[in-house]
Nanobody
Framework: QVQLTEPGGGLVQLGDSLRPPCTPLWSTKLHTCWCPEAPRKDRAFVAA????????WYSPSLEGRFTTSRDNSESTLYLQMDNLRPEDTAVYYC?????????????????????WGQGTQVTVSS
């Protein structure tokens, strides 16, 4: 069973930045997402990439503060998190799904992903 790992969380201050990685992406033919789980909330999509076109989707709630990218040469997915706020506090999970042509209809659903990391805690203090 493939196990994704996401080191790189931590305790930061309001306005700080983090860039947690997610590895290994064992194939380029994977759709990917970052889906954090905040305290007392359901796990939810914030950023996703469609494997073949590189198209990216983001939750409107981010207001442009986060950017997801992947480095195929390193088999790694990243989430650049800038201008962090206390409400960003969550366990951040990366996830992957095998390529499918209709994924544009599933990228925002956590049920659309088959492989998950163990999560990394990000805590933002004010």
């Amino acid at each position: 069973q493939v196990q994704l790992t996401e080191p790189g969380g931590g305790l930061v201050q309001l306005g700080d930045s983090l860039r947690p990685p997610c590895t290994p992406l064992w194939s380029t033919k994977l759709h990917t997402c970052w889906c954090p789980e905040a305290p007392r909330k359901d796990r939810a999509f914030v950023a996703a990439i469609y494997w073949s076109t590189g198209r990216k989707w983001y939750s409107p709630s981010l207001e442009g503060r986060f950017t997801t990218s992947r480095d195929n040469s390193e088999s790694t997915l990243y989430l650049q998190m800038d201008n962090l706020r206390p409400e960003d506090t969550a366990v951040y999970y990366c996830a992957a799904a095998p390529a499918r042509s209709d994924f544009w209809g599933y990228y925002y659903r956590t049920s659309g992903y088959d492989y998950w990391g163990q999560g990394t805690q990000v805590t933002v203090s004010s």
